[in-house]
């Protein structure tokens, strides 16, 4: 589950109305129907549930003392 902090309730109806959507295209086709500011926030959206979901993959790494020493070695 990831977890996004800051956004206004508009911004959660437009993700509920993403999370309901069955597919890719069932998605776009749905952005396209929307009016141009409502579909660039959109955008923003889907930027950062995909940031929000790399970060939480990034945080569960923790042990990088292997990387660290392949990097002083190099």
């Given at each position: 589950?990831?977890?996004?902090?800051?956004?206004?309730?508009?911004?959660?109806?437009?993700?509920?109305q993403?999370?309901?959507?069955?597919?890719?295209?069932?998605?776009?086709?749905?952005?396209?129907?929307?009016?141009?500011?409502?579909?660039m926030?959109?955008?923003?959206?889907?930027?950062?549930?995909?940031?929000?979901?790399?970060?939480?993959?990034?945080?569960?790494?923790?042990?990088?003392?292997?990387?660290?020493?392949?990097?002083?070695?190099?």
């Amino acid at each position: 589950m990831i977890h996004i902090d800051g956004l206004t309730e508009r911004q959660c109806k437009l993700l509920d109305q993403m999370w309901i959507k069955d597919s890719h295209e069932e998605l776009y086709t749905w952005v396209e129907s929307l009016p141009i500011i409502d579909a660039m926030e959109v955008d923003v959206l889907v930027e950062m549930v995909q940031l929000a979901y790399i970060d939480k993959e990034v945080n569960c790494v923790s042990d990088l003392s292997l990387a660290n020493t392949l990097i002083e070695k190099a």
